[in-house]
C-alpha cells in the first residue's frame, strides 16, 4: 500500500494562511519614552526619594516631555517675544532667531538629500513605505564655544547649551 506524499489542501492553505499575519502590521505598539535619571542622581537623592520625584516633575516642566521636548516659556522671555522653541522665527517675533533663511535652506536641503525616500513615499501618498532610518545623520559641528566642551556624545545630540533660567536672552554662546 502506498501512501500519498502530496500534503492535504487544508495543510497548505492553512501555511500559506500563517505566512501572510506578518504582512498584515501586526506590530506591538512603542512603548511610550520616558525620562530617567541618572543612577548617580538616584544615589544623591536615595534618602530623599520626595525629592527625587519632585526634581523630576520640575525636568518634565522644564523640557516637556520625550514625544515633545521643549523649553518651558519663561515670563521674562515673552515680554520680550522670545521662544527658543521656535528657533525658525525671528528674534522679537516670537522666536529666537538662530535660523536665518540661508541655514534654514541648507536644512531643508540637507533633509531633501538625506530622507529622500521618506519624502518620496510620504510625497506619493504612502506613508506605510516610510521607514525609519537605523542611523540618522550627524548634525553640523556647534558653532557655539561652549558646545565645544562637551562630550562628542553630547554634542551629536544638541547644538546649543542649555538657556538660563533666569530669563535672560542669550546673545552668544
Given at each position: 500500500m502506498e501512501r500519498d506524499l502530496r500534503p492535504p489542501i487544508r495543510t497548505l492553505l492553512g501555511?500559506?494562511?500563517?505566512?501572510?499575519?506578518?504582512?498584515?502590521?501586526?506590530?506591538?505598539?512603542?512603548?511610550?519614552?520616558?525620562?530617567?535619571?541618572?543612577?548617580?542622581?538616584?544615589?544623591?537623592?536615595?534618602?530623599?526619594?520626595?525629592?527625587?520625584?519632585?526634581?523630576?516633575?520640575?525636568?518634565?516642566?522644564?523640557?516637556?516631555?520625550?514625544?515633545?521636548?521643549?523649553?518651558?516659556?519663561?515670563?521674562?522671555?515673552?515680554?520680550q517675544d522670545f521662544d527658543p522653541?521656535?528657533?525658525?522665527?525671528?528674534?522679537?517675533?516670537?522666536?529666537?532667531?538662530?535660523?536665518?533663511?540661508?541655514?534654514?535652506?541648507?536644512?531643508?536641503?540637507?533633509?531633501?538629500?538625506?530622507f529622500a525616500r521618506q519624502i518620496a513615499a510620504l510625497e506619493r501618498g504612502e506613508p506605510d513605505d516610510v521607514d525609519v532610518p537605523s542611523r540618522l545623520p550627524a548634525l553640523p559641528p556647534p558653532r557655539c564655544a561652549a558646545l565645544a566642551l562637551l562630550s562628542p556624545c553630547t554634542r551629536r545630540l544638541t547644538r546649543r547649551p542649555p538657556l538660563p533660567s533666569s530669563g535672560a536672552i542669550p546673545t552668544a554662546c
Open positions: 501555511g500559506t494562511l500563517l505566512s501572510l499575519i506578518p504582512a498584515c502590521g501586526f506590530e506591538p505598539p512603542e512603548p511610550p519614552r520616558t525620562y530617567a535619571t541618572t543612577a548617580e542622581t538616584r544615589t544623591a537623592f536615595a534618602e530623599d526619594p520626595e525629592a527625587l520625584a519632585e526634581l523630576e516633575r520640575e525636568l518634565l516642566a522644564a523640557f516637556g516631555p520625550p514625544a515633545a521636548p521643549r523649553y518651558a516659556p519663561l515670563e521674562a522671555w515673552a515680554e522653541n521656535r528657533p525658525d522665527l525671528a528674534l522679537g517675533v516670537g522666536g529666537s532667531g538662530e535660523i536665518d533663511d540661508a541655514e534654514r535652506v541648507r536644512v531643508r536641503a540637507d533633509n531633501r538629500a538625506n
